[in-house]
């Protein structure tokens, strides 16, 4: 079995924004191997912790990273968007911090098997939870052409779409399409040579957006946010690290809505919405890895966070 790697992006700002004390209550809702949580420990060993990951093999080295504060510790198998009703299941009312780490984990990129990369021929899976649901190489066999038109244009931003799943479904048609280099090489007869992209690869956004569509991102993201959000006690603080646009676009807006008072029309006299303000927002703009970071984790260059405070 391949070795849990990761390396955290952004450690030094989470634990800034967060702030963890001993005696405080925080959810990692990605706990992935660890490494924000165990920052977090590192910074308030006596801070009570609740991580939740759907992959098993990331809570097998979360569990193994944070073993020296396991009585403090609880690790749970599931999906960030039900954090409520998880952190209620274990008694759990309130928080004073969260932390998301959206995306995959070069674990997942890294683990051949796992099919989420186009770099290595793999079945084609890209689940996070591999107990459950539906693969991509189910969408992709299964799925009409108008669907994984709408799947890849609107999840990957490909403009090469409408072509893509135009190629895909005339190839299922001789053979069902089960591993990640047909993939690449049925992407590759799609978008003409000369409009490749020289600084990424073609594939790339195909099999992002597969993966978003195979793990329900988007809506796991708005549901997760919303829960951790309303779980927070005054002065608590959430801190969200996303890695494409179609996250970073969802997590500006919903802090917006949550920070957003009073929505009554100018010429009104009064207020009589009633509607306050519920969080302040502390990054008016992501925060991005610095130089530094960047030339120890080259995976670091599109995360951007983005941090509120509850009122």
Known sequence: MTVFRHLSVLPDEV?????????????DGTVGGGGHSGLILEKAPGAILIGIDRDQAALAAAKARLSANSELVRLVHGNFSDAGSILNSIGIRKL????????????????????????????LD???????GETAADLLNELAEADLEKIIGEYG?????????????????????????RLVDIIKGAVPKAKWDERIHPATRTFQALRIAVNSELESLELGMRNALDLLKPGGRGVI?????LEDRIVKHIFREYA?????????????CGKQPRVKILTNR???????????NQRSRSAKLRAIEKL
């Not at 992501?286 to 120890?296: F, G, I, K, S, W």
């Open 157 to 181: 931003e490909e403009r090469w779409a409408k072509r893509i799943a135009s190629f895909i479904v005339k190839e299922r048609a001789d053979s069902p399409i089960t591993t990640t280099f």
């Open 241 to 245: 690290i996303s890695f494409h646009s």
């Open 286 to 296: 992501p925060t991005t890895a610095t130089q530094a970071e960047l030339d120890r």
């Open 96 to 123: 004073d911090g969260f932390i998301l780490d959206l995306g995959v984990s070069s674990h997942q990129l890294d683990t051949r098997e796992r099919g989420f990369s186009f770099q290595q021929d793999a079945p």
């Open 15 to 27: 634990i800034s924004f967060l702030e963890p004390e001993d005696g405080k209550t925080y959810l």
């Open 260 to 272: 957003e008072g009073c929505t009554c029309p100018r010429q009104f006299p009064v207020c009589v």
């Open 126 to 132: 890209m689940r996070m939870d591999t107990s459950s």
